[in-house]
């Protein structure tokens, strides 16, 4: 599969178009991520700044965390305060007030419908945490906004793009993750969970076929890196991951209506799909998805990719014991600490490329508790970046914490926000899988309105998943 690394992007009328990069540069696609190369050989971190410029989205600021906290009346989750979802789409031209993430909050205090969506492409039998933590943040965007959500597997595009895999086995894996996915406690009256080799026909296909016909050979061959030697499938799929962008995919949910836009919350990986999708809707007069950005769960080999379900000993897998937890942390996990106890005590660590540390900013909720590692004091400037003050003077920082003792901390976190979601899944049946993918199941599109309801504080994704017992009843 070519790949296309992310250099200045041209802005065209098939969206921004990233060209050829040159040797060194970090490269992200919906395929490949891996950070920048220096002259010296030394490999670099994703550069998530770099990103919103070039992709052209706009970070999500103090500004926007307010109006979220003063219209839901709920403390943002800690991957928003923490700026793990850091990024939304908008368009070059809009004013402020009509960037797309602004209008969802103007539909949600209007008490007028929108829905979530997101995905997963089913690649093995098992999910690890880095698929984990986007699923665990719609749960919870779902439980505030009280809104439909829709879930594609991809076991079609796996298929096309993974040649050692059969058909079968993608099949197989799709309806293993759909239980990983339940388990993270999905509302089953307004979550609608499918497979594209098994839903994809009636309105949804109408909907391919349109986008489809919107979108150029030449565009899609610019906008993923296609050559001669990819698959027709390839090509095509942009208009299959699209369609759950545009409401009437969806009899059963919102009939025929196609003006109810959505939310999709993903990594900036998959941004080139949907800004493909953004343009195909204004040609087709639907409107545009509005999307939230996440920065990539890295691999315990550090910050410079993210974890991946093909190296296991890249991944924290969800089937993985307490002891295998531990040794991967002990063994693979990358250390910002120093080479010797005394050379850590006086010099400390770097938590900034320490993965134990990056592990629980997505695992601990309490901020006062994660701050004391290392600590930063926040100061929003401008629209596009948060500008951050490091002080010297804390646990790791400071060389009081030693690296052995942060990765504790870790591996405890990690062995009880695993084991919890084990215990969810144990419970999730076949007929409660079958539940969710019943394509023939009404849902109820109605947005639940402001203050009407009071979903619980949001848990870090360390905390317990909701109980699936209710689904399961």
């Known amino acids: 599969m070519a790949s296309v690394a992310i250099t200045e ?29 220096t002259e010296d050989g030394k490999q670099l971190g994703i550069d998530y ?57 103007d539909r949600y205090e209007a008490g007028k419908p929108f829905f979530l969506y997101t995905g997963r492409g089913p690649s093995s039998d098992s999910m690890h945490l880095g698929h984990m933590i ?8 779902q439980d505030v906004f009280d809104v439909p959500l829709v879930i594609q597997l991809t076991d079609d595009e796996k298929y096309l793009f993974k040649h050692e895999l059969k058909l079968d086995q993608v099949q197989q894996f799709a309806r293993k993750n759909a239980r990983d996915i339940i388990a993270c406690g999905f509302n089953l009256e307004k979550t609608f969970i499918f497979s594209n080799l098994s839903y994809v026909g009636g309105p949804f296909y109408h909907n391919v076929v349109r986008i489809a016909r919107c979108i150029t050979t030449s565009q899609s061959r610019a906008t993923f890196g296609f050559t001669d030697s990819d698959n027709v499938g390839k090509l095509h799929f942009v208009a299959i991951q699209a369609a759950p962008s545009f409401s009437n995919s969806f009899p059963h949910i919102f009939g025929t209506k196609s003006d109810i836009p959505c939310l999709i919350p993903c990594a900036i990986d998959q941004d080139p799909y949907f800004r493909l999708t953004r343009d195909t809707a204004a040609k087709l007069k639907y409107p545009k998805p509005a999307l939230i950005h996440s920065k990539f769960f890295p691999a315990l080999q550090g910050p410079q990719t993210k974890m991946s379900a093909s190296d296991a000993n890249s991944a924290i897998y969800m089937t993985d014991t307490a002891n295998q937890i531990k040794n ?33 900013g997505f695992l601990e909720e309490d901020d006062a508790e994660y701050e004391k590692i290392a600590k930063v004091e926040c100061t929003l400037t401008g629209t596009h970046r948060s500008r951050i003050t490091r002080l010297p003077n804390q646990d790791y920082r400071a060389g009081t914490l030693l690296t052995g003792q942060l990765k504790g901390m870790c591996i405890k976190k990690l062995q009880e926000f695993v084991k919890t979601f084990q215990d969810n899944k144990a419970k999730v049946s076949e007929e409660v899988i079958d539940k969710f993918m019943d394509s023939t199941r009404k849902i109820d ?20 998943p909701a109980s699936t017992e209710t689904a399961a009843q």
Request: zero cysteines; charged letters at 25%; aromatic letters at 8%.
């Open 9 to 37: 992007v041209n802005e065209t009328p098939s969206g921004p178009i990233p060209p050829k990069a040159t040797a060194g540069e970090q490269v992200v696609t919906p395929w490949d991520v891996q950070g920048g190369v």
């Open 49 to 105: 700044d770099k990103l919103i410029a070039q992709f052209g989205t706009r970070a999500i600021d103090a500004e926007l965390l307010q109006r979220f906290e003063r219209l839901t009346g709920h403390k943002p989750h800690v991957l928003l305060r923490r700026g793990m979802f850091f990024s939304h789409r908008t368009s070059l031209r809009q004013s402020v007030a009509s960037r797309e993430l602004g209008r969802i909050l």
């Open 134 to 141: 986007p699923f665990m943040f719609t749960k919870w965007l």
């Open 328 to 360: 991967k942390i002990n063994k693979h996990g990358f250390s910002g600490g120093q080479e010797t106890e005394e050379e850590h005590r006086r010099l400390g660590g770097n938590p900034d490329v320490d993965v134990s540390y990056q592990y629980l």
């Open 445 to 464: 599109p109605a947005i639940g309105r402001p203050a009407q309801k009071s979903p619980p504080e949001p848990p870090a994704t360390g905390a317990t």
